[in-house]
């Protein structure tokens, strides 16, 4: 997989977002949403975490 490479392309976000996850989670690797003008909406990450949060044990 090559960073910001675009694997699908759906009519509803739904859709998308959906597709994504699944996507992210079998290769164990970062899910970015994006919203309309391009930001990042949200992002999850399914791979291994080399900082996870302080407060977490």
């Excluded at 164990?28 to 003008?37: F, L, P, Q, R």
């Amino acid at each position: 997989m090559v960073y910001g490479e675009v694997f699908s392309r759906h009519a509803a976000k739904e859709e998308a977002v959906e597709k994504g996850r699944r996507l992210a989670m079998g290769n164990k690797s970062e899910h970015y949403i994006h919203n309309m003008d391009g930001t990042i909406g949200k992002r999850n990450s399914y791979g291994n975490d080399p900082n996870p949060p302080k407060d977490k044990n």
